[in-house]
């Protein structure tokens, strides 16, 4: 079997699909634990994420804060250990799966509008608020740049996505420790 699967559209334009947006993903061309592991990890270092915990520790004493973050992480786990199982036993993207649960209009809101709209903003904002003063076109000048940054990630694929995680994981673990202490 040939390391890269060509689906039916892409056979048509004679392009390989090697992220198989258009289908499910052969076991052969699934990624190994590690590389996904420090992927998903990757998505939880995320400034949205981040910036709800801090509003979240600032608003509760200590107790509320631990319950509400251990209520928190099990509600999310079970939501997503729910979505990697199905993942994993249909090879289906999250992409694929919105397309399926919502139809393909309504898939755009849970991954391209959740996804960079939203990540985007939950950057460029704090990030000009804190180190420019709250200037707004800093605003706009860190929204294209992320912009393009999370197009350039999407546009390469799942290896540009390993690449950024290998990277920022660790760097996002010792500036948060770093932050913390």
Do not use: H
Not at 16 to 29: G, L, M, Y
Not at 70 to 75: S, T, V
């Amino acid at each position: 079997m040939s390391e890269k699967m060509t689906t039916a559209n892409s056979a048509e334009q004679g392009k390989v699909d090697i992220d198989f947006a258009e289908c499910a993903v052969p076991k052969w061309s699934r990624r190994r634990f590690v590389t996904m592991f420090m992927i998903m990890l990757g998505f939880t270092f995320f400034s949205a994420s981040m910036w709800v915990g801090q509003e979240m520790a600032a608003g509760l004493d200590f107790w509320g804060f631990i319950k509400a973050l251990l209520l928190g992480g099990a509600i999310l786990g079970i939501y997503t250990g729910l979505l990697g199982y199905v993942g994993a036993e249909t090879g289906l993207s999250l992409d694929l799966l919105s397309k399926r649960a919502f139809g393909e209009k309504g898939s755009y809101i849970s991954s391209q509008i959740g996804w960079f709209g939203v990540g985007i903003a939950m950057f460029a904002i704090p990030e000009a608020r804190e180190l420019f003063g709250g200037s707004t076109a800093v605003e706009w000048v860190l929204i294209l740049i992320a912009g393009a940054c999370m197009t350039a990630s999407a546009y390469f694929g799942i290896k540009s996505l390993t690449v950024i995680s290998y990277i920022a994981v660790p760097l996002v673990a010792i500036l948060g420790t770093v932050a913390i202490i």
